[in-house]
């Protein structure tokens, strides 16, 4: 059984098509990358496999099931532009992702709970590469740096999918190397 399936999807915007019976089966684990001209659609899909978007015709299942009508922590996501705080030292912007959904209320945590999640942040900074930097400020890292910045707050999650939008279209290309190195290490640890 697809742990992604797509089925006879279509995407337009008014009289514009801009996925055309986009059929697609991906098992889970499974690493997949799509790759098309500008414009072709890659980013739409994204949007639609993020829950951003509605399909306008067809059907797009995880595990078996539609997606959910929103974003949700069942899939992960990094955007070329990082998606990260600037006011938030490197550490909180990944515990961040524990402390929100864990306090509906506040949207922190605090004590022993503050305590784990920061704990699990540094773990997962450690992976990537990050531990030395924990207390600094998006504007102080460099590119990558701010790349595996985003990918752990992506993981943090625990997502089953981890979506990529070009992510790596704005690193110079030994960083770039450096990278698809650290996704594919991160990619077999975590089994996405």
């Not at 503050?114 to 930097?133: E, F, I, N, T």
Request: proline share 4%.
């Amino acid at each position: 059984m697809s742990f992604i399936s797509v089925k006879n999807v279509w995407q337009q915007y008014g009289d514009q098509v801009v996925l055309e019976g986009l059929n697609l089966s991906i098992a889970e684990g499974e690493f997949c990358t799509l790759v098309g001209a500008s414009g072709c659609g890659k980013s739409t899909f994204l949007r639609l496999l993020l829950g951003q978007e509605v399909v306008s015709k067809g059907t797009i299942l995880l595990d078996g099931q539609p997606l959910a009508k929103e974003p949700d922590s069942t899939r992960g996501v990094v955007f070329q532009r990082y998606s990260v705080f600037p006011h938030l030292s490197v550490l909180d912007n990944v515990a961040l992702g524990l402390e929100l959904p864990r306090s509906a209320l506040l949207g922190r945590l605090f004590g022993a709970a503050k305590r784990d999640a920061r704990d699990q942040a540094a773990a997962l900074l450690h992976k990537v590469g990050l531990d030395h930097a924990l207390d600094k400020y998006p504007t102080q890292l460099s590119g990558g740096m701010q790349q595996r910045l985003a990918i752990a707050q992506a993981l943090i999650m625990k997502p089953r999918v981890l979506l990529l939008d070009e992510p790596f279209g704005a690193l110079d290309p030994g960083i770039r190397k450096d990278m698809h190195a650290l996704l594919l290490e991160l990619w077999r640890e975590t089994k996405l």
